[in-house]
């Protein structure tokens, strides 16, 4: 009883206080909203810095971009000239290419259990292919269109160029859960080639060289990497579109649309 006193006493004494000082309480709750309002925008982006230099195709329309054990995989879209390759990690060197019919306008990929998995924009069809050989083993069928896609080790993740991210199960693309992609309550819309890395989903936005990072359990977004300083865009076109994450070494590569090099970028 005598703390519930004293503290209702104190209450008093501030309350007094507060009305003598209200403009210097106001300005000082300004100043600490200002403050904190910075320092979370400074927080929310991040710049990255070039590791290293990787010779990358400039014909290459990026869509989709992965790296296995010192292998590079990528989709290339455009109709008339949609590929699956793959390419040597340290030298840039093509080990194999295949290329879609005219029709298909080839989209994500990701690679799961040694199968390698892609997308076309609005056919509705998800070619799997057997990694070395890259036979199509079988051909699945989702509604809507396809964009960018990856996986957690259990199920694949795949975007549309809306906020929406759709986990899916690989055998058969039956839904198991969708995640809305939000940043301070408000839809971070184009999502477009992604990459599972840790319990984030890193995301790059459509004609832009933003890169959204995501939590995987509740679509906010974690933070922003601003990949501006080493872009090559020039247009609306040749953009950043490409996240491949070496798992095993902790590394992390970008390229974009008809970029001439793969970067190795460090974020520390
Ligand atoms: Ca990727």
Same mark, same amino acid.
């Given at each position: 009883m005598i703390l519930i006193c004293k503290f209702l006493s104190f209450i008093l004494s501030l309350r007094g206080f507060l009305s003598r000082s209200k403009n210097c309480?106001?300005?000082l709750l300004f100043l600490v909203f200002f403050f904190n309002s910075f320092n979370s925008f400074a927080q929310e982006t991040v710049t990255p810095r070039i590791v290293k230099k990787i010779p990358h195709d400039s014909n290459a329309f990026t869509q989709g971009f992965i790296v296995d054990k010192g292998v590079f995989y990528e989709s290339t879209g455009l109709y008339?000239? @949609?590929?699956?390759?793959?390419?040597?990690? /340290? @030298?840039?060197?093509?080990?194999? !290419?295949i290329s879609l019919e005219d029709k298909f306008f080839a989209e994500g990929l990701t690679l799961l259990n040694d199968k390698l998995y892609q997308l076309t924009w609005k056919s509705g069809v998800m070619f799997v292919y057997d990694k070395t050989t890259f036979e199509i083993e079988k051909i699945l069928q989702y509604g809507g269109e396809g964009w960018g896609l990856t996986h957690n080790d259990k199920y694949l993740v795949m975007s549309n160029g809306s #906020?929406?991210?759709? =986990?899916? +199960?690989? !055998? %058969?693309?039956?839904?198991?859960?969708?995640? @809305?992609? %939000?940043? #301070?309550?408000?839809?971070v819309k184009n999502l477009n080639e992604l990459e599972f890395i840790g319990n984030e989903i890193w995301?790059?936005?459509?004609?832009?060289d933003l890169v959204a990072c995501i939590n995987s359990d509740t679509g906010k977004l974690v933070r922003w990497i601003d990949f501006t300083s080493i872009s090559e865009k020039t247009g609306d076109e040749d953009v950043? #579109?490409?996240?491949?994450? +070496?798992?095993?070494? +902790? !590394?992390? =590569?970008? %390229?974009? !649309? =008809?970029?001439? @090099?793969? /970067?190795?970028v460090s974020l520390n």
């Open positions: 309480v106001y300005a008339g000239s @949609s590929s699956l390759r793959k390419y040597n990690a /340290y @030298s840039g060197k093509l080990i194999k !290419k #906020n929406t991210l759709k =986990f899916r +199960d690989p !055998k %058969t693309l039956r839904l198991i859960r969708s995640i @809305s992609v %939000t940043h #301070n309550g408000l839809p995301a790059n936005i459509w004609k832009s950043l #579109n490409g996240i491949a994450y +070496d798992k095993e070494k +902790d !590394k992390i =590569f970008v %390229t974009g !649309k =008809f970029w001439n @090099s793969i /970067y190795e």
